[in-house]
């Protein structure tokens, strides 16, 4: 059993910030990796956004790099999506996703199709 539970997000105008945090909980196997996601509104996917292996460095959509970073706290078992540099588009439901499997290094690790476990989501609202 996995279980995500995000938190952090909020309305913040545009060039503002957040740090979303997702705190995940798992019993019986390891956890090969972890990712955030996000459905904007009217969107039928979600969007990758960034995604970790439990042992590694990140990766990135195109649309978030230089802005957003992916890390983890391993005591608190937490992985957070710290957003600078905030814009409008990027308003969405943010997921927490993880998966058994390492994603990060093996192809397309930002596809939805990859991730097993998934957390109820967390509004951004970005405002010009």
């Known amino acids: 059993q996995v279980q995500l539970v995000e938190s952090g997000g909020g309305s913040v105008q545009a060039g503002g910030s957040l740090r979303l945090s997702c705190r995940y909980t798992?019993?019986?196997?390891?956890?090969?990796?972890l990712a955030w996601f996000r459905q904007a509104p009217g969107k039928e996917e979600r969007e990758g956004v960034a995604?970790?292996?439990?042992?590694?460095?990140?990766a990135y959509a195109d649309s978030v790099k230089g802005r957003f970073t992916i890390s983890k706290d391993n005591a608190k078992n937490t992985v957070f999506l710290q957003m600078n540099s905030l814009k409008p588009e990027d308003t969405a439901m943010y997921y927490c996703?993880?998966?058994?499997?390492?994603?990060?290094?093996?192809?397309?690790?930002?596809?939805?199709?990859?991730?097993?476990?998934w957390g109820q989501g967390t509004q951004v609202t970005v405002s010009s």
């Open positions: 996703a993880a998966d058994r499997a390492a994603r990060v290094g093996y192809g397309s690790s930002l596809s939805p199709r990859l991730y097993t476990y």
């Open positions: 798992y019993a019986g196997f390891s956890l090969g990796s």
């Open positions: 995604a970790m292996n439990m042992v590694g460095t990140g």
